[in-house]
């Protein structure tokens, strides 16, 4: 079953998913050469705990921090560790995080120093396909909708949707229904309404779409080693369309610039 929330409770979604964008916002900040993926996790946790708020991955299935650093190969769900930023990698962070009984979830992808030219085009490419896929999210469209519009715009760039991870609904818990693929036909699955909240997250690789999981059970990456970025929004379903609940209102006029004038927001 897929919750439809109320006023209420899209209020307190709205808390969270804000404070998570903001903090992504402010740790960002720190992918410069030199950093470790370890500092970025500590500061990141640290504002989260101030905010009164708890890390959404630390415990979850035994994940072991508050945020996901995955570089250059790295898929999804690398681990924080002592290893140190150089210039030209690419980092994807994500966080999640629980406030009042309800969790927010937002990715971004970061370059670090100068990356070259196709890295850069790797990371518009994919956060254009995450907000083709949220102008796909409207009361009535379907669920595959929404990586149909992914998948088309990664194609037509020559990347790959990698098929082993999805997004999903969000709320009560981190993982709801449904599970939303990056890939596939469009027109299939439960029709979308007003109040769904739905965490959309492609990843996308420079090469194949191949993956695998390290052997510390959790690192993602790509089978032939090609760069991969990921970015991350979650959305709730209104009568015209959605509001991006991660988007910051600085990134505003960034998102109407990658999506038309479909930005709902009031913030
Ligand atoms: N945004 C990712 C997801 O929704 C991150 C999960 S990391 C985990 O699946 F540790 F919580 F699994
Ligand atoms: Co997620």
Redesign the pocket.
């Known amino acids: 079953m897929i919750v439809c929330r109320s006023k209420a409770e899209i209020a307190k979604l709205r808390r969270v998913n804000q404070l998570v964008a903001r903090i992504l916002a402010e740790i960002r900040r720190m992918a410069v050469p030199g950093a470790t993926t370890r500092e970025i996790n500590t500061s990141a946790e640290t504002r989260v705990r101030e905010a009164g708020a708890v890390p959404?991955?630390k415990g979850?299935?035994g994940?072991p921090a508050t945020v996901?650093a995955s570089i250059n190969e790295q898929v999804?769900?690398g681990i924080p560790s002592n290893r140190r930023l150089a210039d030209g990698d690419v980092l994807s962070i994500?966080m999640?995080a629980k406030l009042d009984g309800f969790y927010g979830?937002c990715?971004v992808t970061v370059p670090v120093g100068r990356v070259s030219p196709e890295a850069e085009r790797l990371l518009r490419v994919t956060e254009e396909a995450l907000f083709h896929g949220i102008e796909a999210v409207r009361p009535g469209a379907r669920i595959s909708d929404i990586g149909a519009a992914v998948q088309r715009h990664v194609e037509a760039h020559g990347f790959s949707v990698v098929r082993e991870?999805v997004?999903?609904g969000i709320g009560t818990a981190?993982?709801e229904e449904p599970q939303i693929a990056n890939y596939g036909p469009g027109g299939r699955g439960p029709r979308l309404a007003e109040g769904m909240v739905l965490?959309i997250?492609p990843m996308v690789n420079l090469g194949g779409a191949g993956v695998k999981v390290l052997g510390d059970g959790?690192t993602a990456v790509t089978r032939d080693g090609s760069l991969s970025a990921h970015f991350?929004h979650t959305v709730v379903v209104t009568p015209e369309g959605c509001e991006i609940l991660t988007l910051l209102e600085d990134d505003a006029a960034r998102a109407r610039e990658l999506m038309g004038a479909a930005v709902q927001n009031n913030w």
């Open positions: 959404a991955f979850y299935h994940y996901c999804v769900h994500d999640g979830d990715a991870f997004g999903h981190l993982h965490a997250e959790w991350e």
